[in-house]
């Protein structure tokens, strides 16, 4: 699947130190781990290949990115 683009959100696991948790928003039940935010992100990389050929294998149409947003609140 070149060319395609997703969003990967990166974070240490609460549970776990020295484990960084990568989950595809557009994809819930693609995630995956790594022992570096790096290493998530290469796994990450493969769950996804994965999950679109999985898609494609079923005729399925791959879903659309996320759009991602920040937003600030003020102190009170």
């Not at 022992?35 to 679109?52: Q, R, T, V």
Request: charged share 20%; aromatic share 6%.
């Amino acid at each position: 699947m070149k060319g395609m683009r997703y969003t990967v959100v990166l974070r240490p696991d609460p549970e776990t130190p020295g484990v960084w948790l990568a989950e595809v928003p557009a994809l819930p039940w693609c995630a995956t781990f790594g022992h570096s935010p790096e290493e998530a992100l290469e796994n990450a990389k493969d769950a996804l290949e994965a999950a679109l050929e999985a898609l494609e294998a079923l005729g399925e149409a791959p879903p659309p990115d996320v759009t991602v947003a920040q937003i600030s609140l003020d102190a009170a």
